[in-house]
């Protein structure tokens, strides 16, 4: 099946719920790198890509070029057009930009290759279950007030979340008391039935990790995210062996190399994985397999409308985060049922442009 036609797009996606990124700026709307990937058969897969921040100017050229490279190879033969790729970038070749526009033209050709044998990408790629628990992540920011607290978390259980991540790592100097406090408001607002995560994105230092987290075990939390820079392997190994509560860490992580460091090194009890960082579907599916290796859970970051089909698929998928970001593109984004992700039996990541981007992209 020869790819015939390429096109990549920049579009602006509006907010569904305007919450602030990791850096504490509110988003409203984020520019995305759409591509759709046609083929002589008829077929067409989709894909998207994004940065945080700037650069999708650069990025969409990226894809551009990538994707024009690909004109007339078999679309079926994925590993082949992603050497194909890498030769080109050179010593690009595994991680950074060229990682997420990689991983665009990946998962519009996993998206060709599930279309063409009729299955949808959570069986095609392994098939373990329907449904995947989603965690509610974004709302219990750090900059919110505590005052503003038991009022927003209110709202996250009305949704039918069973999982909940809130973030510590507060602006400010850093305080051990007022971090413990907030983490018990947040606690005592959610209530005991919720299971709680917890982000610092890479906020503490490996001591004020040991510190706080052993005051953090008392609360029963289901993770502890990003405590430390996630690049400090064996300070991450610290953290893990001295807490109780697991310690994850990985979206940041690009290509694979970053991931086999963190299981050598037992940095983490979970692996967090980001299909854009990492390059694309094959990439994710190989760090997965490593990690069940390794008798290690995988989580997804962000894109849950591709990666709750992936967490579907192996054997060690525990969770997905639920993140809006970009589901006004599409129709056919995974729907909610008592806090799961209920994936469907559309070929494909069963995913379409929605109308008003239909002519867009
Ligand atoms: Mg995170």
Redesign the pocket.
Known sequence: MRITAVRARMVTVPAEEILPDASGRPVNERPIVTLRIRTDQGLEGIGIAFVHGGLTRALVGMVEELAELTIGADATRIEDVRAMLRAHAANLESCGMFAVALSAIDCALWDIKGKSAGLPLWKLLGGVRLRVPAYASGQLHRGLANADIARVAGQVRARGFRHVKFHLGLDGAASLEREVERAWLVRQSVGKDVKLGC?V?ERWSVGQAIAIGRRLDEIGLFWL??PTRADDYAGLARITGALSTPIMAG?NNGGLAPFRLMLEERSVDILMIDVMNVGGISAWMKVAAMAEAFNVQVVS?IMPEFQAQLIAAVPNGLMAEHKDWTFPLFDGIPGIEEGDFVLSERAGHGLSFSRPFEHLT
Do not use: A, L
């Open positions: 982000d994105n995210e990003d979206e970051h």
